[in-house]
């Protein structure tokens, strides 16, 4: 179900654990309101009965009976204002109301745990808690279905390891056993006394990756494995399952050998058209990608077996990428539609594969226009990311920020002579590169410089990742700035 309408509702997973041995009591993290902040007086008062005997508080957790469980002025009471509200009421309204309350849902890798509740929004600290209780170490997928009309979307806590899906479903990393808490609130129509209806549904993740799905459901979104959108109109056969790597079409392409796949693909609804190509070590593959309509744009994506990417062409038609000295494996080609219309374009695909190897790390920085440098040639004679058992010292030969123990990696993408990158020093001028050795420059104008070899051209300065400027005459990137005068790169 893909609920929708004017209702909004907002579940979280608050990472608060309780292990063996721990208290249950105050010592437990301040629960997270509806708009994220803790429960300590960043929301309007809430008013006390009359009929409840005050306790002094200064937050939630300081309020252990479940009748009283929310702190307002220094007082305990509670949120219970809604019309056919659940029977979890009151004790719910809070995050250590809920690790005390009976409702737990205790799912297992094969049965997932539910719960049927309903919930208002007024006053707006009207929450729902809801304890999972963990028996063993597991991910999870949490989603809140409501009546149709009704729309949910998740929130999270910073740091939480939880990771929004749509408008109704959320997931967590891994977590250790224990008890963790759910919160659900109704944040859209605000001020509304009338409960609404909703089940919450917590389940073991059934997927990390596409990779771990099927053909007929070939995405992971959320902890589960779901079909792919189908939202083109005039698409190809091979919809939806190529939606997702799952349901990638193979592509058998011999050494000395090309082949060419037509297709549809649309710009709406996350649409793109999986591929997968096997390579040996030290392989070429040159891929093109041709369409006739100028009006549409289309990308051409290339990733590797653990979903990096690998080279892509973004701005040109046709498209085209050439991979060199790849390492032995499975490669994933994606073809996307920028524009955004529910209309089909017809495209061609040709993948031509060769057979190499390279001699040193110049041959991995001589495809540099479309392929992510990857600077280190491995005696199978493929070319292969840098990796280094612990962090790499100043002037150490790198090809990303997370090779060096400064975090800084001279290298940018799809630039040009990749193979002078090195772990680097951040500057602001010249001077500050003198440790570098000579003929390092100072980058400027990034919001981070760095000390750079010095650039002979605008090639040599390499390009953001996702740069979306309008590419350089003849080139396939807006590349940064060389300043032939200083040899300084620039944005």
């Known amino acids: 179900m893909k609920p929708h309408g004017p209702v909004l509702l907002r579940a979280m997973l608050l990472a608060l654990m309780v292990g063996p041995g721990c208290d249950r009591g105050p010592a437990v993290v301040p629960p997270v309101d509806a708009r994220g902040g803790d429960d300590a007086g960043d929301d309007a008062p809430v008013p006390v009965d009359a009929a409840i005997v005050p306790t002094a508080c200064v937050r939630d957790a ?29 004790g719910n309204d809070t995050a250590a109301g809920a690790l005390a309350a009976p409702l737990a849902l205790a799912p297992t890798a094969t049965t997932p745990a539910t719960a049927a509740l309903s919930i208002c929004s007024a ?18 997928t949490v989603r809140v279905d409501a009546a149709a009309g009704f729309r949910v979307r998740p929130a999270f806590s910073p740091g939480g390891g ?12 891994p977590l250790a056993a224990g008890d963790y808490v759910v919160m659900v609130a109704l944040v ?71 082949v060419a796949r037509s297709g549809q693909v649309c710009g709406v609804g996350g649409e793109y058209d999986w591929f997968r190509i096997d390579v040996a070590d030290g392989d070429a593959l040159d891929l093109g990608l041709a369409w006739t309509d100028a009006s549409h744009r289309l990308q051409l994506l290339v990733y590797d077996a653990s979903l990096a990417l690998v080279g892509m062409d973004s701005f040109r038609r046709p498209a085209a990428t050439r991979l060199s000295y790849l390492p032995a494996g499975r490669y994933y080609v994606a073809v996307r539609e920028w524009s955004p219309s529910t209309a089909a374009t017809a495209y061609t695909l040709s993948v031509g594969r060769t057979a190499g190897a390279c001699a040193s790390a110049l041959d991995c920085a001589a495809d540099f226009g479309n392929q992510l440098h990857r600077g280190a040639c491995a005696a199978s004679g493929a070319c292969r990311a840098i990796v280094g058992e612990a962090p790499l010292p100043r002037g150490a030969a790198c ?7 400064s975090s800084l990696c001279s290298n940018e993408a799809f630039g040009a002579h990749a193979e002078r990158d ?24 990034f919001s981070q410089n760095y000390c750079k070899a010095a650039c002979g051209s605008d090639l040599d300065c390499g390009t953001g990742l996702w740069n979306q400027g309008t590419p350089d005459p003849g080139q396939p990137w807006n590349y940064y700035t060389c300043d032939l005068a200083t040899g300084a790169c620039g944005d």
């Open 62 to 90: 300081d309020c252990l009976d479940p009748t009283t469980p929310v702190c307002s002025d220094g007082a305990c009471t509670h949120l219970d204002q809604c019309i056919d509200d659940d029977a979890f009421e009151p």
């Open 123 to 140: 006053p707006s600290r009207e929450n729902d808690y809801v304890r999972v209780t963990l028996a063993e170490p597991a991910s999870l």
């Open 162 to 173: 939880v990771i929004p899906y749509g408008d109704n479903r959320l997931a967590t990393g």
């Open 188 to 258: 859209a129509p605000a001020g509304q006394a009338a409960s609404v209806p909703y089940t919450v549904r917590v389940a073991y993740a059934e997927c990390a990756t596409d990779l771990d799905c099927s053909p007929a459901e070939p995405i992971c979104g959320g902890g589960e494995c779901v079909a792919g959108p189908a939202q083109c109109t005039g698409d190809d056969a091979a919809e939806p399952s190529d939606d997702g790597r799952a349901g990638a079409t193979a592509l058998a392409v011999a050494v000395g050998q090309q």
């Open 399 to 405: 090809d990303g920020n997370d090779d060096c123990a």
């Open 422 to 445: 090195v772990c680097t020093v951040p500057c602001s001028d010249d001077a500050a590169c003198a440790v570098m050795g000579p003929g390092f420059r100072c980058t400027t104008q």
